[in-house]
């Protein structure tokens, strides 16, 4: 089963406007990491927020982790058609990427 | 630095047929890593190699399915005899433990058809 759930499976905006994503996970973590697939491709890191953080921000994302409630969100500000793509995030146990666990993932569509 | 590289990117294949899997990791990069990918199960990890030694291939579903790494530049996955429910994209991705050992660096996956 996966250890990382997102929420919502998709989503659909307008371009500038904010997106939100959410997973939730089951066991203890050194870190959350997103990534991203674009259409036929591979995933690309996005971002890693370890255990002890609470909040990362790199360029347009914002990445929040609760480990008290075992989930973490993602939001993506001032959207743009070119952020359409699926979004994964990814539980790590040991902080050696060894055995990540992916979500299900969100699809997300940015309309022009 | 080309990335991690898969070949060949899409393969069709008959039920039955040997199919291999081709990977070159990023240079210097010393862990790699085969998941697959299904719209029913996700993303799941095969097996890892570390320094070229297969460390955990309990992702591995079937004795059907082998995976090895003779060089540090090259992987191979083989699926023989292969069957319809093998159809699914399968990555390779590549990690260091000296430099962002905490993320996977990804290839584009072959896209796998078994007829």
């Known amino acids: 089963s996966q250890q990382g759930e997102e929420d919502p499976q998709a989503l659909s905006i307008q371009e500038g406007e904010n997106a939100t994503m959410n997973c939730s996970y089951k066991t203890s973590i050194n870190n959350l990491q997103w990534y991203r697939q674009n259409s036929g491709r591979g995933l690309v890191h996005l971002i890693l927020?370890?255990?002890?953080?609470r909040e990362k921000h790199s360029g347009r994302l914002r990445v929040t982790l609760d480990t008290s409630k075992k989930s973490s969100s993602l939001l993506i500000t001032a959207s743009r058609a070119a952020d359409t793509a699926s979004y994964f995030c990814?539980?790590?146990?040991?902080?050696?990427?060894?055995?990540?666990?992916f979500g299900s993932g969100t699809q997300l569509t940015v309309l022009p | 630095d080309a990335g991690v590289i898969q070949s060949p990117r899409h393969e069709v294949t008959e039920m039955g047929q040997e199919v291999t899997l081709r990977c070159k990791p990023i240079?210097?990069?010393?862990?790699l890593f085969w998941y697959r990918q299904t719209m029913m199960r996700g993303l799941e990890l095969l097996i890892y190699f570390n320094n070229n030694v297969p460390i955990d291939d309990s992702g591995m579903p079937e004795d059907r399915f082998s995976a090895k790494m003779p060089n540090a530049s090259f992987s191979t996955l083989k699926i023989q005899p292969s069957e319809p429910r093998d159809s699914a994209v399968y990555f390779c991705?590549?990690?260091?433990?000296?430099?962002?050992?905490?993320?996977?660096?990804f290839g584009s996956g072959t896209q796998l058809s078994v007829l």
């Open positions: 927020i370890r255990s002890n953080e």
């Open positions: 240079s210097g990069h010393d862990y």
């Open positions: 991705a590549s990690s260091s433990m000296d430099r962002v050992r905490e993320k996977l660096f």
């Open positions: 990814a539980t790590d146990p040991s902080g050696s990427a060894r055995q990540l666990t």
